[in-house]
C-alpha cells in the first residue's frame, strides 16, 4: 500500500542495534512465519475537535516534536500508524503521523520536520507557543505494522517517518506485556542526513528494553566524522546486510525517493516482492487543491444521483471535475489517493468500463470499509468511453443497497 502525506520533507534514508543502543551492522535473521499484510481493521471514523499545545521541543535543527491535549472526556480512536490533519490559518489542512500508540493524559505525540518555504511549519517552529489552540481533524489512513510481524519484518523510516513507526513498536511493546509472543528479532532502518536527525534515539532505547528482538540500525546521508554509523542511502544499506529478501515483509515510511529505491533496487538485487512492501509516502502538500482542467480537452458528461447533469474533461480526474461542479466531496490529501475520503458510488451498469482498482486503493476502500460499486473519485481517470457515466454520492460505506 503506498499512501502519502503532505508538508513534511524527509529525504532518502538513514539507519542502530538496541542492546545498549550499541551502534552496529545487523544481519539477516532467517526465522519465523511471514505475517498477512492484509490483516487490518475497518477505520474508526473521523471527527473535528480542537487540542490545546501543551509541550514543544525542538528535537534537532529541522524537527519538532509537539504533543496536543484535546478536552477531558473527549475520546479520540486511533490505530497506529494512522495520521491527523491540522487546520492551518489559510483554511486548509496540514497532515502529521501520531508517533505514540495510545493517548497518554488525553494526548497525541506529532513529530514535525521544516519543510523549506513551508508556512505552517514555519510558525510551529517560530511562533508557536503552549496554550496555542488548533482544530484537528482525524484519524485517516491505512499504514499500520501488525503487532504480529514475523521476524522476516524489516521496518524503514526516512527522517520524520519515524514517527508512526515508533507508535507501532509501542503497540508491540504494549502486547508484549500483555502476553503477545513480540520477543523475535525485528530490523529497523532509521535514516537521516545527519547524527542530530536521528532525534528520538532515547525512546527507541527504552523500547529496546520491552522489545529485546529489536535491532536498530542507522546510516546516514552525510556519514559521520568518527565512523561510528554507516553512510549512504538507507535502501542500500538493507542490500548489503540481506543476501536474499525473498521473504520478507518491508515497513516503510518516508519521501517517495526512498520508498522507490527501497522497491526498485531491493527487487532486481535482493529478489524482493514489491508486493510485500507496505508504504507511508510523505511529499509536500499540492499548490492548489482543485487543478485546472486539462487544456483543449474533449467534455466528458456525468450525471450525479440521478439528477445533476456536470461535466468533467478528458484526462482529469472524476474528483476535480466533481469538485468544480461544486460538489462537496472531501479529499483530505489532494487528490493523492492517501486517505480514501473521496470515495463515490458508481452505477452498477458503469463498473466494467473502470479499470480495476490498483493495490493502493483497494487497500484503502478495504481499510474504509466500502461496499460494492464504491471507488476513490481520484484513481478515476476520465475518458471518452466514461462519457454519461451514472454516480452517487457515497456518504455511508454501503456499497449497493440490498
Not at 492548489?288 to 474533461?313: F, I, Y
Not at 490498483?358 to 460494492?372: D, M, P, S, V
Request: proline share 6%.
Amino acid at each position: 500500500m503506498l499512501m502519502e502525506r503532505f508538508d513534511r520533507a524527509s529525504d532518502h534514508a538513514t539507519s542502530v542495534t538496541l542492546s545498549a543502543l550499541s551502534l552496529q551492522r545487523q544481519g539477516p535473521d532467517h526465522a519465523g512465519a511471514v505475517p498477512s499484510s492484509d490483516a487490518m481493521n475497518r477505520s474508526s471514523s473521523t471527527k473535528r475537535l480542537e487540542v490545546t499545545l501543551v509541550a514543544l521541543r525542538r528535537a534537532s535543527k529541522r524537527t519538532m516534536v509537539l504533543r496536543l491535549r484535546f478536552a477531558d472526556g473527549e475520546v479520540f480512536k486511533y490505530r497506529p500508524g494512522q495520521f491527523i490533519g491540522l487546520v492551518a490559518p489559510d483554511g486548509r489542512q496540514r497532515f502529521f503521523s501520531i508517533a505514540n500508540a495510545d493517548p497518554v493524559h488525553n494526548e497525541l505525540e506529532l513529530h514535525v520536520n521544516r519543510s523549506p518555504g513551508g508556512a505552517f511549519t514555519g510558525m510551529l517552529f517560530d511562533k508557536a507557543q503552549i496554550s496555542d489552540r488548533f482544530w484537528m481533524e482525524g484519524p485517516f489512513g491505512d499504514f499500520t505494522i501488525p503487532p504480529e510481524a514475523s521476524s522476516r519484518t524489516i521496518l524503514v523510516a526516512g527522517g520524520t517517518g519515524f514517527a508512526p513507526i515508533r507508535a507501532c513498536l509501542e503497540q508491540m511493546a504494549a502486547n508484549r506485556l500483555t502476553g503477545m509472543q513480540t520477543s523475535r528479532t525485528i530490523h529497523l532502518y532509521w535514516g537521516a542526513r545527519s547524527r542530530e536527525d536521528l532525534y528520538d534515539v532515547a525512546s527507541l532505547k527504552a523500547l529496546s528494553e520491552r522489545l529485546p528482538g529489536l535491532r536498530f540500525i542507522p546510516v546516514l546521508d552525510q556519514g559521520d566524522s568518527d565512523c561510528s554509523v554507516r553512510a549512504g542511502f538507507v535502501h542500500r544499506a538493507i542490500i548489503e546486510d540481506f543476501d536474499d529478501l525473498s521473504e520478507y515483509d518491508i515497513y516503510a515510511c518516508g519521501a517517495p525517493a526512498m520508498i522507490e529505491a527501497l522497491s526498485r533496487d531491493c527487487a532486481a538485487e535482493r529478489g524482493f516482492d514489491p508486493s510485500r512492501l507496505i508504504a507511508d509516502i510523505f511529499t509536500a502538500g499540492p499548490d492548489r487543491e482543485n487543478p485546472p482542467p486539462p487544456a483543449s480537452s474533449a467534455p466528458v458528461a456525468l450525471l450525479l444521483d440521478q439528477a445533476s447533469a456536470m461535466e468533467g474533461v478528458q484526462g482529469e480526474a472524476l474528483l476535480f471535475a466533481l469538485k468544480r461542479a461544486g460538489i462537496a466531496l472531501p479529499a483530505v490529501c489532494g487528490g493523492k489517493g492517501a486517505c480514501g475520503t473521496c470515495r463515490i458510488h458508481v452505477a452498477p451498469q458503469w463498473r466494467s468500463r473502470l479499470a480495476e482498482p490498483a493495490k493502493q486503493e483497494a487497500r484503502l476502500l478495504k481499510f474504509t470499509g466500502a461496499g460494492e460499486g464504491d471507488r476513490l473519485s481520484c484513481q478515476i481517470l476520465l475518458t471518452a468511453d466514461l462519457s454519461g457515466l451514472e454516480l452517487q454520492a457515497c456518504t455511508e460505506n454501503e456499497g449497493d443497497k440490498q
